[in-house]
């Protein structure tokens, strides 16, 4: 709506028509109106109509408070909107750095889990790596990705293998031989763990140990080569086979000290392997022992006596060692004061003649189990192979033998 200001004069709508012909009073008296505010400012528009000239209005003093009521809405209006305008403004960026701190905490926790899970793959690989391959050299492939051979002056070297394992496969299933293996070399593994060695190998049943490489250890090396020798010998003697109960289980073992090299030959499964007269002399003594016994050599004696360890080992006298002739060597029996409870070692003649009864032993144990001898012959052995081997020969033991046919034909002829 709008509203009308008379100043000094009469207040008449604008709508309204003066009656007769005389100008409308507003026009004698020189009134003037002030248009609302809701009108724009200094718009002019006639409020008389007649046959007289209409008169423009004007304003003086309302005009400027019009303008400035305008202003002063315009101004509430703009604090208004910017009042809107902030409040949303910051809504949005409180929302935004809500969600950023909730993704900064999800991607730590990620960040972390991921950082674990790669931590326990590290250390289980970091695990098996050590387990086939010294600590030092899983280190150096890692870092330089080779091993320098090295040259070691004195280390001591452990051979041991199973005696009678020929005969013990012959009677046994693959699967047998395997499960007999696993865990008489699980028991020994257990026992490394106590003493500063490397496992170097298993070769079929031999058995090889060293101490004093890739870490030297000063003349350390034969003390726990000699008590790691005890703690086996020892095992063996409490050790019964699953498959094969009562039949004894006999190892030979034995021990040489002197100068080896090392390294990591190949790049396909790595292996950390020695070379020199001393894994040579120590096979020797091994093979040339008795069983049941520590074989050691004049070196190993030697190093043994220049440690405080009071180990206890009789003479044995001169043994020949092929490539090496004949050198004085002896047996290790124990440590003074020390508590192994060793099996006692059959004598040579006793020895001779269990070696003969072991097969009838094996098959009389086998018998015992309740297969029956029936049982017994169809059992799949490692040796079943060579007995069929040895009845198809005899069957054809006045034919030619297999090359012969395979030799000759009937058109001898030859083609490039």
């Known amino acids: 709506m709008s509203f009308l200001s008379l100043r000094g004069g009469v207040h008449t709508s604008p709508g309204s028509r003066h ?3 005389a100008p409308p009073p507003c026009a004698q008296t020189g009134a003037h109106i002030q248009v609302s505010a809701l009108q724009p400012a200094g718009r002019e528009r006639p409020i008389c109509r007649g ?17 400035q009521s305008s202003s002063l809405l315009e101004q509430r209006r703009g604090r208004a909107r910017g009042n809107r305008h902030n409040q949303g ?22 960040v972390e889990e991921r950082t674990s899970l790669y931590k326990a793959e590290r250390d289980r690989a970091d695990h098996l790596n050590f387990m086939l391959l010294p600590g030092p050299v899983v280190r150096s492939l890692k870092e330089t990705g080779k091993v320098e051979p090295e040259l070691f002056e004195e280390v001591s070297i452990y051979f041991s293998d199973i005696v009678g394992f020929t005969t013990l496969c012959h009677y046994s299933t693959p699967m047998e031989v395997v499960d007999m293996l696993n865990d008489i070399y699980k028991n020994f593994d257990s026992i490394l763990d106590h003493h500063d060695v490397y496992k170097v190998e298993t070769i079929g049943d031999a058995y090889m140990v060293a101490s004093g490489l ?17 703690d086996n ?17 006999w190892i030979r073992i034995g021990v040489h000290s002197g100068p080896s090299a090392a390294g990591v030959v190949g790049n396909k499964m790595p292996r950390y392997c020695l070379f020199g007269d001393t894994v040579n002399t120590a096979s020797r003594m091994e093979s040339t022992g008795l069983p049941l016994r520590i074989h050691l050599s004049q070196s190993t004696i030697n190093i043994l006596q220049r440690t405080d360890c009071m180990f206890e080992y009789e003479e044995r006298g001169e043994t020949y060692l092929k490539g090496k002739g ?18 006692t070692p059959p004598t040579a003649e006793n020895f001779q003649r269990l070696q003969q009864d072991l097969s009838e032993k094996i098959v009389s144990s086998l018998e015992s189990r309740g297969d029956g001898s029936e049982g017994f012959k169809n059992r799949k052995t490692l040796s079943t192979k060579v007995r069929r081997g040895e009845t198809n020969s005899s069957l054809q033991r006045n034919s030619p033998p297999e090359y012969f046919h395979l030799a000759v034909t009937d058109n001898p002829s030859t083609y490039l």
């Not at 209005?57 to 303008?67: A, C, F, P, T, Y």
């Not at 004949?326 to 440590?335: A, F, N, P, R, S």
């Open 19 to 21: 009656r007769g012909g």
């Open 51 to 67: 046959n007289s000239k209409p008169t423009p209005l004007r304003s003086h003093g309302g005009e400027d408070k019009s303008s």
């Open 89 to 110: 403004s910051e809504t949005y960026m409180d929302n935004l750095i809500r969600r950023l701190q909730m993704y900064s905490r999800t991607l730590e926790h990620l």
């Open 214 to 230: 890739p870490k030297r250890n000063g003349d350390r090396h034969a003390v726990d080569i000699a008590h790691m020798a005890l």
């Open 233 to 249: 010998l020892a095992f063996v003697g409490t050790f019964e086979l699953q498959h094969l109960p009562g039949i004894p289980l």
């Open 326 to 343: 004949k050198e004085m060597t002896y047996w290790l029996t124990g440590v003074t004061a020390g508590k192994y409870n060793l099996p």
